[in-house]
């Protein structure tokens, strides 16, 4: 009788070593092979201009996201230190405030010859003083400030549109998402437009 119960104790230690180690092997397939612990985010950005007086044009910006992955993904919250805006997150030494923002630059076209336009370490933009260094999308959310509950749950879509007044040129611009798990939750996509 002691034997048999030996011999069952001992399968039970060796059923419960073999669980864990196809334990071990599942998770570490779903969340490092498969990477479920990222939310997978698709961004589209897609430009109408209307043109308008004095040679400029409406361009109405409209960006959809959406969260392919298996987990929800939730935007970052505005942070503020002594009632002052402070950056969520910096990419390439560039702060971004909101998370969920729109940039845009005007490309210089009067250079003569090929040239590469590179968004973060290029110089051959123009700066219009009217227009905002970034536009918060999630304002059409109508989140209350320093709430910071925008999210999608897995399969969900948004569309956030902005609308801005531009004169004629060539433009780049880059809509960024950050979310509550930094570099896993970051996302961006920068978008070529001409407004005649």
């Given at each position: 009788?002691?034997?048999?119960?030996?011999?069952?104790?001992?399968?039970?230690?060796?059923?419960l070593?073999i669980?864990?180690?196809?334990?071990?092997?599942?998770?570490?397939?779903?969340?490092?092979?498969?990477?479920?612990?990222?939310?997978n985010?698709?961004?589209?950005?897609?430009?109408?201009?209307?043109?308008?007086?004095?040679?400029n044009?409406?361009?109405?910006?409209?960006?959809?996201?959406?969260?392919?992955?298996?987990?929800?993904?939730?935007?970052?919250p505005?942070?503020?230190?002594?009632?002052?805006?402070?950056?969520?997150?910096?990419?390439?030494?560039?702060?971004?405030?909101?998370?969920?923002?729109?940039?845009?630059?005007?490309?210089?076209?009067?250079?003569?010859?090929?040239?590469?336009?590179?968004?973060?370490?290029?110089?051959?933009?123009?700066?219009?003083?009217?227009?905002?260094?970034?536009?918060?999308?999630?304002?059409?959310?109508?989140?209350?400030?320093?709430?910071?509950?925008?999210?999608?749950?897995?399969g969900?879509?948004c569309?956030?549109?902005?609308?801005?007044?531009?004169?004629?040129?060539?433009?780049?611009?880059?809509?960024?998402?950050?979310?509550?798990?930094?570099?896993?939750?970051?996302?961006?996509?920068?978008?070529?437009?001409?407004?005649?």
């Amino acid at each position: 009788m002691v034997e048999i119960g030996l011999i069952v104790q001992i399968f039970q230690q060796i059923v419960l070593t073999i669980a864990i180690i196809f334990g071990g092997i599942w998770a570490l397939f779903r969340f490092r092979l498969l990477r479920e612990y990222e939310g997978n985010k698709e961004l589209e950005v897609s430009t109408n201009c209307t043109p308008c007086e004095n040679g400029n044009s409406i361009v109405f910006i409209n960006t959809t996201i959406k969260n392919t992955g298996t987990r929800t993904v939730i935007a970052t919250p505005k942070k503020y230190l002594n009632g002052k805006l402070v950056p969520i997150y910096t990419n390439n030494n560039i702060p971004i405030y909101h998370s969920f923002v729109l940039q845009i630059k005007r490309m210089d076209t009067s250079i003569q010859g090929s040239i590469a336009y590179d968004w973060y370490g290029s110089s051959n933009f123009t700066q219009d003083d009217n227009l905002p260094d970034e536009i918060d999308l999630l304002l059409e959310s109508n989140i209350p400030p320093n709430i910071g509950d925008f999210w999608l749950n897995s399969g969900d879509t948004c569309h956030l549109g902005t609308v801005v007044k531009l004169p004629s040129g060539h433009y780049l611009a880059k809509v960024s998402f950050v979310g509550t798990h930094g570099t896993a939750d970051y996302t961006s996509r920068i978008l070529y437009f001409h407004v005649a």
